[in-house]
């Protein structure tokens, strides 16, 4: 299902990284040529992304305000990886 690595960080079977949105709605991000679309279940809203990635989409700016601010998302933790999973009430 998922394992925590030694960085903190959620990967699924194929090795990708959990990273959450917030707020948590569904959002559209392409990367590069990759596409991506975060799911909201349990009100989490969360994708998983090819290791390779990660710090492109934590590093992105915001298209608003001049590109001064942060794309808001992070690293997903494992409480916020099992409630999308359903695996907490």
């Given at each position: ?7 903190g960080r ?10 959450r949105y ?13 596409e ?13 992304v090819?290791?390779d990635?990660?710090d ?6 915001k ?12 690293i997903?933790s ?7 999973l359903?695996l907490?009430?």
């Open positions: 299902m998922y394992t925590v690595l030694e960085n959620i990967a699924n079977e194929n090795g990708e990284i959990a990273i917030k707020p948590d709605i569904p959002k559209y991000l392409q990367v590069g040529k990759s991506y679309v975060f799911t909201v279940n349990n009100h989490v809203s969360l994708i998983w090819k290791p990635e990660v492109r989409i934590l590093n992105m700016k298209e608003c305000c001049g590109g001064n601010i942060t794309f808001p998302c992070q997903a494992e409480v916020a990886v099992k409630f999308w359903g907490l009430p």
